[in-house]
């Protein structure tokens, strides 16, 4: 399986810790999914720690440090969706393409696979303006609608059989599973989460080369349209694994 098409590792650590923070999971539940198939997360340069923690006890210390809520971060280079800096912070996450933000510590951490396991190196972050949910969701409807009709046009699906299949899967939300936002979160996060995934599926698998492509024209075409559904999707994505409020008004998950 591709690396796109599993859950970004910034994703699961902040809904599991969102979810542990809420007292809706506990802390060996949530440490167990943030590792998944990982053998093991620490995290480098907690305060006070001059040697590596363990992702059981770096929440703990997170939450003693402040943390109310943790953030996730998908930038891409042009586009540091879900970052506010400062620079070192924000280089890191991008060349790592995923981070969290622990807001109300003032701490940010960056994923980097070691072997098997997973280092999360601390840096100073300040917390980006929240993403609307509802703005988010339209956002990802909207240009999904374009980008299929965009794709059905240029008949990109001939080319890639798993491709046929994904945009198929697109117009329908599966359901809850092991890769599924934690206790917590509203059945309509988990929906848009869901398409968000998708959506990132369907983009790194036509990205992939030019296909079948007969013009320069279309390539262009399709690598344009499909970067706006990539833009559409990690926004939702950000937006869906927020931090659920317990009274979720008509813009919250």
Known sequence: MSTMSMVPRAVRLATWANSWLLGATSLDEADEAVRADDAAHHVIGLPGQDEPVP?????GTL????????????????????????????????????????????????PHVIGAGV???????????????????????HTLQEVIDTLADLDVARWRPEMAEALTDLREV??????GLPPGYAPRAEALAT??????????????????SASAYEADSRR????????AARRALVAACARPRPAAGPDGP
């Open 55 to 59: 992702l059981l006890l770096s929440l």
């Open 63 to 110: 939450r003693n440090l402040g943390t109310r809520a943790v953030s996730p971060a998908l930038p891409v280079p042009g586009d540091p969706l879900g970052l506010a800096g400062p620079p070192a912070f924000t280089e890191a996450a991008i060349e790592a393409g995923e981070a969290v933000v622990c807001e109300g510590a003032g701490l940010g951490l960056v």
């Open 119 to 141: 280092q999360w190196r601390v840096y100073a972050a300040t917390p980006a303006p929240p993403e609307g949910f509802g703005d988010a969701s339209l956002e990802l409807a």
């Open 174 to 179: 599966g359901s809850r599973s092991r890769d």
């Open 195 to 212: 398409r968000a995934r998708r959506c990132l599926l369907v983009c790194e698998l036509a990205l992939v080369d030019e296909g079948g």
């Open 224 to 231: 344009r349209a499909l970067r706006r559904l990539e833009h």
